[in-house]
């Protein structure tokens, strides 16, 4: 570096991992965030779908599912009654091997049931209305017709949502294209004070006054039962933190541990 120039170096710092990821989640589960217990709201025969994100994101969903599905055991669901939907959003469809990548070996051995979103078939998509910005949501039928979602994902920095996780496994993850699409072009600005064409409040970290996180969350609030149930991941692609309640106030707990860990200070 030449003369003068003051550096600094910029790393997250070191959070240790889950110890036990079965105990925690058990009690994150059992004591959700603004949303009543799972086993409240599960009963014996409940058809359940859980929603994995694909593997353009690293989640570590074969970490958390098996210990999640043993707890739906416990509430009386059996593995038949489990159904995996796969939210690709707009994303191309993984093999089997990838599928067993992403899942890992015990839930692919433990679940028939493992669906596929295809943002572009109309025979998996219910219209569901249009959000207060005219965005037209249609979201897969496997979803709407489930007793219970339990939405799952890590929860990361996303360069025009804000964070990660949340409502994006519903929207744009079990989303038609058009949902995806309308979504998405909301980065667009036609704010007059504004230069260029990008919306300023469509940036990491900001969930506020972001139309795509705020259209997104009031699109995936059309579906009534979903459970969340994120993480996040140290800087090993570790689990270190789980939060699991409603849509919104658990996903935003998880994006201020993702704030202590990933945000970084500069003094100039």
């Given at each position: ?18 110890s036990?990821?079965?105990?925690e ?5 059992e ?57 690709y ?11 067993r990548?992403?899942?890992g ?12 979103h ?10 569901l ?56 072009r909301l ?32 699109a ?32 935003r ?16």
């Open positions: 570096m030449p003369a003068g120039i003051r550096c600094a170096l910029l790393e997250p710092p070191w959070v240790a991992a889950v036990d990821v079965p105990s989640l058990r009690g994150r589960v004591n959700p965030i603004d949303a009543a217990p799972l086993g409240d709201v599960v009963r014996p025969g409940s058809e359940i779908v859980i929603v994995v994100s694909d593997a353009t994101r690293r989640t570590a969903a074969d970490v958390i599912l098996p210990p999640l599905m043993d707890i739906l055991n416990e509430y009386g669901v059996k593995d038949d009654d489990i159904t995996i939907l796969i939210a959003g707009a994303h191309e469809q993984h093999s089997p091997d990838e599928i990548a992403l899942l070996a015990t839930v692919t051995s433990r679940i028939n049931n493992i669906e596929h295809d943002c572009y078939d109309e025979h998996m998509l219910i219209p209305g249009e959000t207060s910005l005219g965005v037209p949501v249609a979201i897969n039928r496997i979803v709407l017709e489930s007793d219970l979602v339990i939405a799952t994902g890590a929860v990361n920095y996303h360069y025009f949502a804000g964070y990660g996780g949340g409502r994006k496994a519903i929207v744009p993850g079990c989303a038609a294209y058009e949902t995806i699409l309308a979504n998405h980065t667009l600005s036609d704010m007059a004070d504004v230069t260029g064409p990008l919306n300023p409040y469509c940036d990491s970290g900001v969930l506020d006054e972001n139309p795509v996180h705020e259209t997104a969350l009031e995936a609030r059309m579906v009534k039962n979903v459970f969340l149930l994120n993480v996040v991941l140290n800087a090993a692609g570790e689990v270190c933190g789980i939060f699991a309640g409603d849509l919104d106030a658990a996903h707990e998880a994006c201020g541990m993702v704030d202590e860990i990933y945000r970084a200070d500069v003094v100039e």
